[in-house]
């Protein structure tokens, strides 16, 4: 009898805890979906600021990786960057040459392949090499050639900005002048600091001997040029999250980002070069071409990587516009016809009192506006052309808006009669047959709603 009373209770404790786990797993789920979206920053300590930032960035991120199948864009990347291959490494050898460390470069790639890799190298080094003599030799066919790399490169850098210009969800990519200047800066400046780190590395090399004598003296040199060559791979990545994109990226936001992408990269790195080019030992069926399905997958996990990099920086700099996201997707139609004219209108007395034109983000602030409907109400309004973009005077990678019509036309009835109209009507309905009350009913209704009271010119509200 009493062993029975003891199960009885042992049962009902651990169905209460089982229960309890229920409650705080579903209070947690509530907090992190609902709850976290809307605490208002001014009223939270500076610490529980710093980590509800972190956890929504995560979340974020890994939202984003879901709806924008962020392995897609890697995979793409890939592909394009396999066919940049050789004029990269064209133009890497080429620096390498003008800055005297060609056998640097060489001695590291021989020291690092394996037998399966070597020989793939030393192809791949052959074709360099052959390209670069070819292009010194002159005449048309290397101009062609010349030509060819260099458009092969660019094409690489437009897939690399257009990938992180969905990531931000830019439309508009650079103007062709901007492309040409600033694709020359990360073409000449990306292989520079690619060398500068593998010289390091090459130095550094556990079977090198070159240090052998300052290693004695002076112990603590390999982990220093550990620690130059990590800071290079860091600034690099944030170098390019920070310019890569066609926006505004905060260099906080791209810096964090490019601490977690290249610490993430360079154990991976260390992880393929000592883990998985230690299969080449023991490989059997690819042989000599193990080193290109390795070479895939290492392209390919690199790219994924940047690409959550960026995702990184933008959660990280747009967390503000993700607040009350459900109650936007679920908006009630007087409350959007309050932003939209609230949001219109402040767009148009700006323009009349002669000041510089506001960016989304102000605008958000101004009309205490959640940035995400604020975003989707001003892409309505282009679409109506009651409004267009320019370049704000701070940026001109950051957009502005000014009225797309005269202000002395822009009035409350002419706005809501427009977004009355937006969109299709190209229905097969007999609007003259059953329907007829109905459409009449429609029409009623927006004559008295437009034509009841006296009409207000939005400058003036």
Known sequence: MTKNCNNIAEEKQSTSHAELFK????????????????????????????????????????????????????????????????????????????????????????????????????????????????????????????????????????????????????????????????????????????????????????????????RAQYPFLPRLLDIITYTILLLSFTFLYAFMPNTKVKFINALIAGVIAGTTFFFFQMFFLNGFLWITHYNAIYGTFAAIPLLLMWIHASWFIVLVGAEISYAAQNIPKFSFEKETKNISRRYKDFFTLMITSVIVKRFAQDKTPLTADEISERCKAPARLTNHILSELQKMKIISPTPSFKDERIIAYLPALDINQLSVNYLFSRLDKQGSEDFNIEMEGDFQDTWSALIDIRKRMYEGKEDILLKNL
């Open 23 to 214: 409650i705080k797993l579903k209070e947690l789920t509530k907090f992190l979906t609902y709850d976290i979206w809307r605490q208002n920053p001014k009223t939270l300590s500076n610490k529980k600021n710093i980590l509800y930032n972190a956890i929504k960035t995560a979340i974020l991120t890994i939202k984003n990786i879901q709806e924008q199948n962020i392995p897609a864009s890697a995979r793409s990347l890939t592909y394009r960057t396999i066919l940049s291959l050789v004029p990269l490494l064209a133009i890497l050898f080429a620096i390498a040459r003008g800055f005297g460390i060609e056998n640097i470069l060489e001695n590291a790639a021989d020291v690092a392949s394996t037998e399966s890799t070597h020989d793939f190298l030393f192809l791949l080094s052959n074709i360099v090499n052959e390209s670069l003599d070819n292009a010194q030799g002159g005449g048309i066919f290397a101009g062609i050639g010349i030509l060819l790399f260099l458009y092969t490169i660019i094409i690489l850098f437009v897939d690399i900005e257009d990938s992180f210009n969905k990531i931000w969800q830019v439309t508009k990519s650079r103007s062709w002048r901007r492309k040409a200047s600033d694709y020359l800066a990360f073409i000449l400046l990306m292989p520079i600091l690619f060398l500068l780190a593998n010289a390091i590395n090459f130095i550094n090399f556990p079977d090198n001997t070159w240090l052998d004598t300052l």
